[in-house]
């Protein structure tokens, strides 16, 4: 199977970590027939593009699923190091990270890729900047030191 890159704002980081805005329920098939073991979501579940109950769905095609619910007008240091923990926790196999366009999401995997991943600035930053141009407040967030 190859990538679903029709899914809104699709992207693959590397071998085990791909992005995305939120996928249908047909889009998180593909991504379990992509190898995808671990749906990780940072868009609270009252979103306008989220899924009736995207954990059963999740679940029921043998993935697991976390939530992350970041509210978009303040991310905070403590969303980051959730998240941190999370994707360590996952780091022994494929993992998908969405939320509704993938804005959230990029900012966080630029700044886990450059922090504590060790990509280099430059590399994390062209693929957040391959997705939105971040506000003052994203701007703030992603040039955060944890």
Request: charged fraction near 20%.
């Amino acid at each position: 199977m190859t990538d679903p890159v029709a899914i809104y704002h699709w992207r693959r980081l590397d071998d085990r970590i791909t992005s995305s805005g939120q996928p249908t329920e047909a889009q998180l098939a593909d991504l379990q027939a992509i190898g995808v073991r671990e749906i990780i979501n940072l868009a609270p579940h009252d979103n306008a593009r989220a899924l009736p109950d995207e954990a059963a769905s999740v679940t029921r095609l043998g993935m697991g699923y976390t939530n992350i619910p970041v509210d978009f007008a303040r991310p905070t240091a403590a969303d980051f190091a959730v998240f941190c923990a999370v994707m360590q926790e996952f780091r022994q196999f494929p993992v998908h990270v969405h939320c509704a366009a993938n804005y959230r999401v990029s900012a966080f995997l630029y700044r886990y890729r450059r922090e504590i991943l060790g990509v280099d600035g430059a590399v994390a930053r062209h693929d957040l900047d391959a997705i939105w141009q971040p506000d003052e407040v994203w701007s703030a967030f992603i040039d955060a030191i944890l």
